[in-house]
């Protein structure tokens, strides 16, 4: 009889619990349903939102199931699927620092291509390598570093498009360079020790600060709130002297309303490139006041580098190693006999600058004040304020130099030594105003006003009867004013529409001149629209499709009104197409992305110089990129997870137009090449993670494959760089919950290949010459680390 009834008691459970499982998540304190709330299946791939009532429904579960609750602001819960019809989530201040940067994430609903990656998966790696290489194998990504190792000057692209079209922000605070408009990741090293999480966000991605977003964004958020004083030493070291060393300090809650943490590192390494070597300290200091309804956090960070100079590139008869292709380098080029004995003698590892003190050396402060207030149970108002200081200079040799460009007449031919300076300043404040009241409609208005002040001047070093003197200067001020409206709309129970308008208003001023003694004084002022429109429909409760549709505009930068002196660079615009569908089972959760990005007036490099020989870009009237991203994460078994992601795309420029300059005659030289391919957009990328897990350990193998790249745009394989593939294996093994070791081999078949270059093409006397250069990527390396928590 007791079995009988054991029996019935178990198919009892498997009927209710073994088909669905329907529940309402609700705030605690206000008994308002909660919409967008996450519930995860521990264990499991699966997961859902709820809905605008709150609601959400979960099928083969049994009653024993474990399920994560968790919601923006508030303390995640752990509850029974049998206990799943009604639960309570508490708001937390101290989880605010989420709240702060929710309003320029995506989520859900936003119907966009996203990747969020945790301060547990960037730690995994984080052995003195910058943030760019921690990317590495996030979906459509490639990433390059001009010492080969991965630290000191590092980039990314975010499906083909350089660091000048990904706005990068740090707690919803812009960081890309205000002129250049790229991200320069060697002025914030070990950044990644104090960030929390990490959204990038592929396309135009949501309304946000900063710099237009042309292929991507990069969202970071710092802090994670720690109730207990802890102290962590990380220490890591490996192939090319690279070196970090790590403190943090904090000291938990204190008072139940105060919370001080920091962070000291250091990063030192010779570089896989000749002389490449950089070094590197950083500090981080936060302070934060939780009250009830209110939190502020107030952030100091600051970076220090000295790099040693390895911009200029390997000239691909070195990489290929053909003595006689070198030698005929050296001859059009007119080397002298002490470079052409570094070119010959050097191998992969040649650099072409020998100077001692050919380095960049640059400093950098911020400051950031965050709040966020609850002014009811549905209104929040997060207001920032923030500033940067830079300054620094680089530093270079030029042999055999006229002092009539520096502004010296009737002086001989000598060596020189200059620097270079910038000082700038970068200040302004940012705003949200959320409005989370209603059970059909979540809306954001937000926005902010950066400025930025920036001055360039250039100090002649030697020849000493010259030194300290100033060849040129100029000041260059920037005013970016931008307001958002986002609306969240519930328009049936399945399906959610996504609305955002944003208004931009960019100006700049110039005055002065820049170094090559031309007059850049000028004034330009932009204003963009930039709608956007997204709707999600779930189609099961472990499935749903997406749509957007969204509009990007971007201002040429500081250097295109520099290298086109007497015209006017034409803004860029973008309009960007996603379609996907994406789903979770218990243990496979996959994701296909569809996207259509078309471009006007595209400012891409066509061969053309200006007067001063400079390669500029310029506006090409219609490109566009095409393409599908392919996500799958597979829990093969209970110790086994394969993670892997592909990216097949077609990138194209219509009726792509080089030209080149004839120095017989000083004249341009008009190539139409019809439709070609936009340089450094590969046609597949590829990254895939197979990770065993038992208990404290473990060890993944990680594969990456970038298909061939042009280094320029007119598509022909003499100019290109060749597809690759790499494979790391990554070791962890934590004892005791205190310490943490870590060990990474890099390219551990020791690929021999180049992620990165440049080109240049000229005629003389009826022939064609191109010059390729290229940044080789270190073979095998490794690093190994050991992180204490006291």
């Known amino acids: 009889m007791k079995k009988l ?122 052995l003195g390598q910058d943030m760019p290489m921690l990317l590495n194998f996030a979906p459509s990504v490639v990433t390059t570093s001009d010492a080969g190792a991965g630290v000191g000057y590092t980039g990314i692209r975010i499906r083909g498009s350089d660091a000048t079209r990904v706005n990068v922000t740090i707690n919803g605070i812009p960081v890309n360079d205000s002129e250049s408009q790229g991200t320069y990741w060697v002025n914030m090293p070990d950044f990644a020790s104090s960030v929390n999480s990490v959204q990038i ?62 962070r000291l590192s250091q990063i030192v390494s010779d570089g896989y490139i000749d002389r490449a070597s950089s070094n590197l300290q950083s500090a981080y200091l936060s302070a934060a006041y939780f009250a009830k309804n209110s939190f502020i956090r107030l952030n100091y960070f600051t970076g220090r580098e000295k790099t040693y100079q390895s911009w200029y590139g390997t000239p691909e008869s070195r990489v290929s190693g053909s003595v006689a292709d070198m030698q005929a380098y050296i001859d059009r080029n007119y080397l002298s006999a002490a470079e052409a004995d570094n070119l010959l003698s050097s191998g992969r590892t040649y650099n072409y600058y020998t100077y001692a003190n050919q380095t960049d050396n640059y400093a950098q402060d911020h400051l950031q004040l965050l709040t966020n207030h609850r002014i009811s149970p549905n209104w929040d ?59 059909r409609v979540k809306l954001t208005f937000g926005g902010a006003w950066n400025r930025y002040v920036g001055r360039h001047y250039g100090l002649l070093i030697q020849p000493l009867a010259y030194a300290g003197h100033e060849w040129y200067r100029s000041r260059s001020q920037k005013t970016d004013l931008n307001l958002y409206a986002k609306a969240n709309w519930a328009i049936a129970s399945a399906w959610n529409a996504y609305l955002d308008l944003q208004y931009r208003s960019v100006g700049h001023k110039m005055a002065g001149t820049a170094d090559k003694m031309q007059d850049i004084s000028q004034v330009w002022s932009y204003q963009f629209v930039n709608p956007k429109i997204g709707m999600t429909h779930q189609i099961s409760p472990g499935a749903k499709v997406y749509a957007s549709y969204a509009v990007g505009s971007k201002e040429p930068s500081r250097q295109d009104f520099v290298d086109n002196p007497g015209t006017t660079p ?13 789903g979770a089972r218990k243990k496979i959760a996959y994701q296909l992305n569809g996207y259509w990005m078309n471009y006007s007036d595209q400012l891409v490099l066509t061969g053309a110089v ?12 219609s490109s566009y990129r095409l393409g599908l991203e392919a996500i799958l994460n597979y829990q093969v078994s209970k110790r086994f997870k394969l993670e892997a992601n592909a990216t097949l795309s077609q990138n194209r420029i219509r009726n792509f137009q080089e030209k080149m300059i004839d120095y017989e005659n000083y004249e341009t030289v008009v190539i139409d090449h019809g439709t070609t391919d936009i340089a450094f957009s590969p046609s597949m990328i590829a990254g895939i993670t197979w990770t065993y897990t038992n208990g404290p350990f473990e060890a993944s193998l990680l594969r990456k494959y970038v298909g061939k790249q042009y280094l320029d ?35 551990i078949t020791n690929e021999q290949y180049v992620s990165n270059g440049y080109t240049y093409s000229y005629q003389y006397a009826g022939a064609t010459t191109t010059e390729n250069f290229y940044y080789p990527q270190a073979g095998f390396n490794f690093l190994m680390g050991l992180s204490v928590r006291l």
């Open 570 to 582: 034409r803004a860029e615009f973008l309009q960007d197409l996603e379609l996907g569908l994406q």
């Open 713 to 747: 745009n007119t598509s022909s394989d003499a100019r290109s760089i060749p597809a690759y593939l790499t494979r790391d294996i990554r070791i962890q093994y934590r004892f005791k919950k205190r310490f943490a070791y870590s060990l990474l081999l890099n390219n």
């Open 201 to 262: 966000q592929r396309g135009v991605g949501t309304s946000t600060n900063g710099a237009g977003a042309f292929g991507g964004s990069v969202n970071m958020q710092t802090n994670t709130f720690e109730e207990k004083a802890y102290a962590d030493l990380n220490a890591s070291g490996g192939s090319f002297g690279t070196l970090k060393t790590t403190l943090k300090v904090g000291t938990g809650l204190m008072n139940g309303k105060f919370t001080v943490d920091g």
């Open 381 to 439: 108002l997060d207001w920032n304020f923030h500033y940067t200081y830079g300054r620094g200079y680089f530093e270079e040799f030029k042999p055999s130099a006229d002092l009539s460009a520096y502004g010296i007449a009737d002086k001989p031919i000598v060596d020189v030594v200059r620097q270079k300076w910038l000082d700038n300043d970068f200040y302004g404040s940012t705003f949200a105003l959320k409005y989370e009241g209603s059970q």
């Open 610 to 621: 200006n007067s001063t020989g400079d390669a500029i870009r310029t506006n090409v009237a």
């Open 5 to 126: 009834t054991t029996l019935f008691f178990i198919f009892i459970t498997h009927v209710l619990f073994g088909q669905k499982v329907e529940g309402i998540v609700i705030d605690q304190e206000t008994n308002a349903p909660l919409w967008g709330a996450s519930v995860r299946v521990q264990g499991s791939q699966r997961g859902v939102l709820t809905d605008s009532k709150g609601h959400f429904a979960l099928s083969d579960l049994s009653a024993a199931t474990k399920l994560t609750v968790s919601f923006v602001g508030y303390q995640a819960q752990e509850v029974a699927a049998s206990n799943a019809a009604r639960i309570l989530l508490q708001r937390s201040s101290y989880l605010q620092d989420e709240v702060v940067v929710k309003a320029t994430r995506a989520d859900e609903n936003s119907a966009m291509a996203y990747t969020n990656v945790s301060a547990q998966e960037l730690g995994k790696s984080n």
